[in-house]
């Protein structure tokens, strides 16, 4: 009898096991044992670009702070200050820079709503504004802000009162 070890390379130790293979090898066997793998490595390197998130909660200068932004292709680091505003476009997120630019996150607007801090709040369910690039505020029904980039997003009433609390 004969075994097989797929072995994915780990940073804590020389090599973890992903899954043992017995001869005879099954073919159903082995196409899981490889996707197995395969999804263990997604899984580290999913780890290694979080390792960016764990250094922005160590960083005390806020522009130096980053964030991951997922695409179809892979993905891109943003700086946080560089973001204006995040919108909520289905199962994305469309990211609005300083630059005049605008990125497209595969993640949905709530992921963003856990992970961002202050100076980023939600003032609408499908908007995140960086409190940073503020212009203006209009009372309207609900209030509407004007950011630097001259954008206009719509403040929801469930929003309005926190929103105002940051310039009192």
Excluded: W
């Amino acid at each position: 009898m004969f075994v097989i070890v797929i072995c994915i390379p780990s940073p804590a130790l020389n090599q973890s096991t992903a899954y043992y293979l017995l001869k005879p090898v099954n073919i159903e066997e082995l196409i899981l044992a490889v996707d197995t793998a395969i999804k263990e490595i997604e899984r580290n390197n999913y780890f290694d670009r979080n390792s960016i998130v764990v250094s922005n909660f160590r960083e005390q200068q806020a522009e130096r702070r980053h964030v991951i932004l997922p695409t179809l292709e892979g993905f891109e680091v943003v700086k946080m200050n560089d973001i204006i505003r995040l919108q909520g476009n289905g199962n994305f997120t469309d990211i609005f820079l300083s630059d005049g630019t605008k990125k497209m996150a595969c993640r949905f607007l709530k992921h963003y709503d856990e992970v961002l801090s202050h100076p980023f709040i939600r003032v609408h369910r499908s908007h995140i504004i960086n409190l940073d690039f503020v212009k203006s505020y209009h009372k309207n029904s609900g209030g509407s802000v004007v950011l630097t980039d001259n954008s206009e997003v719509d403040i929801s009433a469930n929003y309005k009162e926190q929103f105002l609390s940051f310039f009192k």
